[in-house]
Nanobody, 122 residues
Framework: QVQLVESGGGLVQAGGSLRLSCAAS????????????LSWFRQAPGKEREFVAG????????YPTDSVTGRFTISRDNDKNTIFLQMNSLKPEDTAVYYC???????????WGQGTQVTVSP
């Protein structure tokens, strides 16, 4: 149906940058790709999963988390069925597992990737 594969996580020092990628595939996604809102969430140890950024097919973006505003940028390459999260000026509190999510605005179904670890050292 919909498969999401994240990449680009790793260990970085505070102040550094990382770029996460999420490739979407599957029959449902290929057929209805324009309906999908793709997003990044993160979950730190002992904390709830947090919505970081979202992007529509047409490129509309949302950043509901004040702590990443101005530092993180979400983008989308529709030709490659891929979204990105450019993370700059990383802080130790950005350490988390970052998940890609795809919501089908037609059916309401939500799909998750397996997550990629981001660790920011002081």
């Amino acid at each position: 149906q919909v498969q999401l594969v994240e990449s680009g996580g790793g260990l970085v020092q505070a102040g550094g940058s990382l770029r996460l990628s999420c490739a979407a595939s599957g029959r449902t996604y290929s057929t209805y790709c324009m309906r999908f809102v793709l997003s990044w969430f993160r979950q730190a140890p002992g904390k709830e999963r947090e919505f970081v950024a979202g992007i529509t097919w047409s490129g509309g973006t949302t950043y509901p988390t004040d702590s990443v505003t101005g530092r993180f940028t979400i983008s989308r390459d529709n030709d490659k069925n891929t979204i990105f999260l450019q993370m700059n000026s990383l802080k130790p509190e950005d350490t988390a597992v970052y998940y890609c999510a795809a919501r089908d605005s037609g059916s309401g179904n939500l799909y998750w990737g397996q997550g990629t670890q981001v660790t920011v050292s002081p």
